[in-house]
């Protein structure tokens, strides 16, 4: 592995990051474990923010936890939960611990978590925090005020990658325009539409890496919910078919996610694993897909 994600991304190497959430209580253990599995094996450990509106521990917290045991790891930070005050110190704080990378995102809405009743915020939308984040490597809070001492972070941003969504792919070059280091995407399961993507990337941010999101699957009905329950992730038809009629539904996942990552080598900068239930499948998907012991 390259000293920091920053070096991974400024090198010509395919990149390999990998998703881990937070748990749901002080227990931290599971989620030691979890990255334990995938040292040495990815560029770094990127930690959810309250990943679909369910509450857990804050990502900073265990983003410092992981870089104790010698993780590179990104952190997420969402706009749902904060307004202009929080985020900017929680920024800070992040820097103070010795936080380098952070990826950006709005955040689900709270209805679709397990406190429905909580009040959203969205002070900033993703394009608005990634330029406060510029301002503040730049010297001064997003007020004018200066700061006494300027964080430093490689910054990120998430998309889908469906071309016909014009406002998005809009809102994707102004998240470019205001400072995005790297994208990563949406699940990608329809490679020939991530073609279109990638065209439209060299267009609006040829040197902005991109890394393609893979979700293994593990059911027909997993990729049924996922079609009908998150927005930019369509599984086709004929995925949906091998997936009911695989033997083996979690082998027939891997082999899935691995044909798509073969597939997506000579269109995107890396790829980022997002596994339901943990990485205990990862290095056999690496494997399969010739990206172990890179």
């Keep these: 592995m390259l000293s920091t994600f920053n070096d991974a991304l400024n090198s010509d190497r395919f990149i390999v990051t990998a998703e881990v959430a937070p748990p749901k209580g002080t227990d931290i253990s599971a989620i030691l474990e979890d990255a334990e599995l995938i040292r040495?094996?990815?560029?770094?450990i990127n930690i959810t923010d309250n990943q679909r509106a369910v509450m857990r521990m804050s990502p900073i917290a265990v983003g410092k936890?992981?870089?104790?045991?010698?993780?590179?790891?990104i952190v997420q930070l969402t706009c749902r939960d904060r307004n202009r005050l929080a985020l900017q110190s929680d920024l800070l704080?992040?820097?103070?611990?010795?936080?380098?990378?952070?990826?950006?995102?709005?955040?689900?809405?709270?209805?679709?978590?397990?406190?429905?009743?909580?009040?959203?915020?969205?002070?900033?939308?993703?394009?608005?925090?990634?330029?406060?984040?510029?301002?503040?490597?730049?010297?001064?809070?997003?007020?004018?005020?200066?700061?006494?001492?300027?964080?430093?972070?490689?910054?990120?941003?998430v998309s889908n990658?469906?071309?016909?969504?014009?406002?998005?792919?809009?809102?994707?070059?102004?998240?470019?325009?205001v400072g995005a280091q790297f994208i990563q995407t949406q699940a990608v399961y329809d490679v020939e539409?991530?073609?279109?993507?990638?065209?439209?990337?060299?267009q609006i941010g040829p040197n902005v890496p991109i890394m393609a999101g893979i979700?293994?699957?593990?059911?027909?009905?997993?990729?049924?919910?996922?079609?009908?329950?998150?927005?930019?992730?369509?599984?086709?038809?004929?995925?949906?078919?091998?997936?009911?009629?695989?033997?083996?539904?979690?082998?027939?996942?891997?082999e899935i996610?691995?044909?798509?990552?073969?597939?997506?080598?000579?269109?995107c900068r890396g790829i980022h694993l997002m596994p339901i239930g943990g990485h205990g499948n990862t290095q056999r998907l690496l494997e399969m897909a010739g990206l172990y012991n890179r």
């Design 257 to 267: 996610a691995a044909e798509s990552i073969l597939e997506l080598r000579d269109m």
């Design 65 to 73: 936890l992981l870089m104790d045991e010698g993780h590179e790891v």
């Design 40 to 44: 040495d094996l990815v560029d770094a």
């Design 161 to 177: 990658t469906d071309v016909t969504k014009r406002m998005q792919m809009l809102k994707l070059k102004k998240k470019i325009n």
């Design 93 to 157: 704080a992040a820097s103070a611990l010795g936080i380098e990378n952070i990826c950006v995102m709005t955040g689900d809405h709270t209805t679709k978590g397990d406190h429905v009743g909580a009040k959203a915020v969205y002070d900033l939308d993703s394009v608005q925090l990634l330029s406060l984040i510029t301002k503040m490597m730049g010297g001064s809070d997003m007020a004018g005020n200066e700061l006494a001492g300027a964080p430093s972070f490689t910054v990120g941003a």
């Design 215 to 254: 979700i293994p699957l593990r059911s027909a009905a997993m990729a049924h919910f996922m079609n009908n329950n998150i927005p930019g992730i369509r599984v086709g038809d004929e995925l949906i078919k091998r997936m009911e009629n695989a033997r083996d539904p979690i082998q027939e996942g891997l």
């Design 193 to 202: 539409s991530f073609k279109d993507f990638s065209v439209l990337m060299d």
